[in-house]
């Protein structure tokens, strides 16, 4: 599991830049009205008619943000594009195109960056979004990923984080904590591989931490199922760094504090046993742990009965008077601050 064994081997060199990239995107046809001209031109052209655009972007460095021991490179090409439309989901809008740039050295051959571009491709074609130009370049050691991503809304459907007020619910989408364990288990597995090469290892219980550590599903259902359900959140963020460190943003921007309850915090029965073999407390871990991409918005209290019971919703806290500070209440009823310990800091401390 940790090689990406390559049966052929084409050196980059073979192809030269303009044929690499010719290679790599040959199969990329635009499908969006809005796309005018896509990729072969010195710009791509667009059209969003009288609609907001809104653009993201992210940076993915290898030995930083991924280990390409572990992490299948058609997994990390589809990675890199969930994290970036997961931004522009965070602002209730509807992602359309994404750019896509990559420094490589001629350690990876052809075939390597082949499977990377079909993970790109099949999150564009299953998030509906046209891979629309990017940059290809030379890296001295390291993989390097780009992608910029693109997305329109109306003006008055955009989610900022600075919309919350006193009293508002927070709403979290899916469960928190199993990205976070996954890498553990996968990090873990590593040193196991590498004492003992011919260890075959038996993930199958961990299955679902190390799909959503490796192959992560951005929320595009969440914006039209609040449409549907009549709802405009009044703040959004979306979970990349832990529930505390987004939460603490969505009270620094709406200048609000908060009052999470550890009870209510939606975990997967799979990180909860994960955390006890750990032996890791899986309330720090969904607070502090990163990399899960569900979304944490807020509403107004009138529009709970419209979200209660969706199983793809969760209220776990409330927002409250900026000067009350912001919190979680424990089960055993504590008040405790707020942290932001980022995903970073928590791996500094290991
Ligand atoms: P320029 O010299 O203008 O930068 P390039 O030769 O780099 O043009 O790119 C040619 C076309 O291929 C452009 O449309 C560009 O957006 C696209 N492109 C380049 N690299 C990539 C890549 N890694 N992935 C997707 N499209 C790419
Ligand atoms: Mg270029």
Request: hydrophobic share 40%; aromatic share 6%; charged share 25%.
């Amino acid at each position: 599991m940790f090689e990406n064994s390559q049966e052929s081997r084409t050196n980059l060199s073979e192809l030269g830049e303009f044929g690499l990239i010719d290679h790599l995107t040959k199969n990329f046809s635009p499908k969006l009205e809005s796309t005018v001209k896509a990729i072969g031109d010195d710009a791509a052209v667009l059209n969003f008619e009288n609609k907001r655009t809104l653009v993201s972007t992210d940076l993915l460095v290898e030995g930083v943000h991924f280990d390409l021991s572990y992490t299948p490179l058609k997994h990390l090409g589809y990675k890199a594009v969930m994290v970036n439309l997961s931004d522009i989901y965070a602002m209730n809008a509807k992602a359309t195109q994404v750019t896509v740039s990559i420094a490589v050295s001629n350690r990876f051959p052809v075939e390597a960056l082949e499977e990377l571009y079909a993970g790109i491709q099949l999150a564009s074609k299953i998030y509906n979004v046209d891979v629309i130009g990017g940059d290809t370049t030379s890296s001295t050691s390291g993989l390097m990923i780009s992608v910029t991503a693109l997305g329109i809304a109306e003006e008055d459907e955009i989610v900022y984080r600075d919309g919350a007020k006193p009293n508002d619910l927070m709403v979290l989408t899916g469960d928190l904590g199993a990205a976070y364990m996954g890498l553990q288990v996968l990090e873990r597995e590593k040193e196991v591989f590498k004492a003992n090469p011919n260890a075959q290892p038996d993930l199958d219980e961990y299955t679902y931490l190390i799909e959503r550590q490796l192959k992560p599903e951005a929320r595009k259902d969440i914006a039209p199922l609040l449409k549907q359900l009549n709802v405009r959140p009044t703040s959004m963020i979306d979970i990349s760094d832990g529930l505390s460190s987004e939460a603490i943003h969505l009270c620094k921007s709406s200048k609000v504090g908060a009052n999470i309850f550890e009870e209510k915090i939606p975990l997967d029965p799979a990180v909860i046993s994960v955390c006890e073999e750990f032996e890791i407390d899986s309330t720090m871990i969904a607070l502090s742990g990163g990399e899960d991409y569900e979304l944490l918005f807020t509403i107004s209290q009138d529009d709970y009965d419209k979200i209660k019971g969706n199983p793809h919703l969760t209220v776990i806290g409330h927002m409250t008077e900026e000067k009350e500070g912001m919190h979680l209440i424990t089960r055993a009823n504590q008040k405790l601050p707020l942290i932001a310990r980022g995903w970073n800091s928590m791996e500094d401390k290991q």
